[in-house]
């Protein structure tokens, strides 16, 4: 960072920053990983950041390193003061662009998500003496609605059962009692609605799409014409800033091998790196001159 220019102080929560001048604009991302993660993820926005400053001597900027997005309490949470603006370049994390044969992406939205469990009750019954047409089995039930869970995703929708608690989980007793998690994501609060009401369940935790928007998504618009545009499926530090209220904005990099991320597999190309470190200084220098950062 001090190469590039920049002051470098942390703040109390933890996040490290680089700044010059009277910055109006903040980019960066994390620096912390999962176990046995890739190179890539959150780190290429750090390092994409300070090159951006090195590039843009002349701008008022400031650079980010975030604490414990993985792992949490997320440092973007607690920033002190708001920027006026936030660009955040990532990898995308998913197989979408690598698809489409693109090498960049522009993040329109982070999905919505709840989560909430279903119970199905029935009657503990021997499984040698109960005839099959006398019997309430709870599981049956529960892997019904399990199909129904799946088919409830649509248009973008996501919607997974993970996890099973079957009493009284014995393999000669019928089962009594299941407990079914749902996990349903969607990428606008209609939707997420909808899918809710579509798999028949009550959340009981949620957290409502968030929208990229003003100067940062307007700049990447004009500099990439034509570039596909993605629901972020995952969560980051930009969905933070943008639910907070800061015009916000997000370049996804092209993630290579099927998209995988999370392990040591994850890789992204040094010539889409190289594009994507080109849009996101020209993004910065034109949210930097915008003089509707903020609004
Ligand atoms: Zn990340």
Do not use: K, Y
């Not at 279903?118 to 005839?131: D, L």
């Not at 309430?136 to 973008?156: K, N, T």
């Not at 996501?158 to 000669?172: D, H, S």
């Amino acid at each position: 960072m001090r190469e590039a220019g920049l002051e470098v102080a942390r703040d109390e929560a933890g996040n490290l920053f680089g700044r010059r001048g009277d910055a109006r604009v903040l980019t960066g991302s994390h620096l912390d990983s999962v176990p046995n993660g890739g190179r890539f993820d959150g780190a290429l926005g750090v390092v994409a950041g300070i090159e951006a400053a090195d590039r843009l001597r002349e701008t008022p900027l400031a650079v980010v390193a975030f604490r414990a997005e993985e792992t949490g309490p997320m440092g973007s949470r607690r920033l002190e003061e708001l920027p006026e603006a936030f660009v955040e370049l990532h990898i995308e994390q998913g197989p979408v662009l690598e698809r489409l044969g693109e090498p960049l992406g522009i993040v329109t939205g982070v999905i919505g998500q709840a989560r909430g469990t279903v119970t199905f009750e029935g009657q503990a019954a021997h499984a040698g003496t109960t005839p099959m047409e006398e019997r309430a089995d709870a599981l049956v039930e529960a892997a019904r609605f399990v199909l129904h869970v799946r088919e409830s995703a649509r248009d973008g929708a996501r919607a997974t059962v993970g996890a099973l608690e079957i009493e009284p989980g014995a393999t000669n007793v019928v089962p009594e009692r299941v407990t079914v998690s749902v996990d349903a994501r969607a990428p606008t609060a209609e939707s997420l609605d909808a899918l809710i009401e579509s798999i028949g369940f009550e959340p009981t935790w949620r957290l409502d799409p968030v929208a990229m928007s003003g100067p940062p998504l307007a700049a990447l618009r004009a500099v990439l014409p034509g570039a596909p545009e993605l629901v972020s499926g995952a969560g980051h530090d930009a969905m933070v800033l943008a639910a907070a209220g800061v015009p916000t904005g997000m370049l996804f990099v092209r993630s290579l091998n099927g998209g995988v991320s999370h392990c040591p597999d994850e890789l992204s190309s040094a010539e889409d790196i190289s594009l994507a470190m080109d849009a996101l200084t020209e993004t910065i220098a034109r949210v930097s001159e915008s003089d509707t950062a903020g609004v």
